[in-house]
């Protein structure tokens, strides 16, 4: 049986969620996000989770192996305000028990 993992995020207030993500349900980070309504309707996973947009920009505080960026997040990444070098696309980071203790801080809304 899939174990919840804690993850930590930090929302575009500065505040510090610790939250549970289910790792049995297919979410990635932008819809863990939306779930806990830690941004505003409508700030966030704009496109779906399609790679485009880049309102669910993030930052990887932790040192975790993520998945490989693919074109698609590269290229929305390239064109996004705020990018930093620990930028990536929440609607791009899968929630799997390798997620546990992930700490991520949302990007300025562009």
């Known amino acids: 049986m899939e174990q919840d993992v804690n993850i930590k995020i930090i929302d575009r207030d500065g505040v510090t969620h610790d939250v549970l993500a ?3 349900m297919a979410m990635n980070l932008m819809e ?3 779930s806990y309504e830690l941004a ?3 700030t966030i996973g704009i496109c779906g989770g399609m790679a485009m947009c880049a309102s669910c ?3 990887v505080n932790s040192d975790h192996k993520l998945p490989e960026m693919h074109d698609e997040e590269e290229a929305m990444l390239s064109e996004a305000f705020y990018v930093k070098d620990n930028s990536r696309l929440g609607c791009q980071i ?3 028990s390798e997620m546990e203790g992930l700490e991520v801080e949302l990007a300025p809304e562009s």
Do not use: A, K, L, S
């Open 22 to 24: 289910p790792t049995d």
């Open 32 to 34: 863990v996000v939306r």
């Open 40 to 42: 505003p309707e409508g």
């Open 57 to 59: 920009q993030c930052y």
């Open 94 to 96: 899968q929630m799997t």
